[in-house]
């Protein structure tokens, strides 16, 4: 599996993204895919996931209530909409593809190239 991640940008504290994260594969729905992000001098850290039926959502407790991932199988692409947006929520997003629902990201066996969110005060 191949993942392109795309939509980042810059924008002002409060305002909203929304990154897609595209996959090359006849298997795409058969993953569960994850988003994690990592800001400069920390870890990578999960952000939320979601199953091939979409029906498991987990998400980090600082996202919960203000981003949404959602899939679209046909189209062999997950979302992240983002909203209300934090200085603090700046950072690389990358995408991952795993077989199971988890937050750790040793345990995604796909990542893509990332792509930068940044949010001004």
């Known amino acids: 599996v191949q993942l392109q991640a795309s939509g980042g940008g810059l924008v002002q504290a409060g305002g909203s993204l929304r990154l897609s994260c595209a996959a090359s594969?006849?298997?795409?729905?058969?993953?569960?895919m994850g988003w994690f992000r990592q800001a400069p001098g920390k870890e990578r850290e999960f952000v939320a996931a979601?199953?091939?039926?979409?029906?498991?959502?987990p998400y980090a407790y600082s996202v919960k209530g203000r981003f949404t991932i959602s899939r679209d199988n046909a189209k062999n692409t997950v979302y992240l909409q983002m909203n209300n947006l934090k200085p603090e929520d700046t950072a690389v997003y990358y995408c991952?593809?795993?077989?199971?629902?988890?937050?750790?990201?040793?345990?995604?066996?796909?990542w893509g190239q990332g792509t930068q969110v940044t949010v001004s005060s």
């Open positions: 991952a593809a795993g077989i199971v629902v988890t937050t750790g990201p040793g345990d995604y066996d796909y």
């Open positions: 979601i199953n091939w039926s979409g029906f498991s959502t």
């Open positions: 594969g006849r298997t795409f729905s058969s993953y569960v």
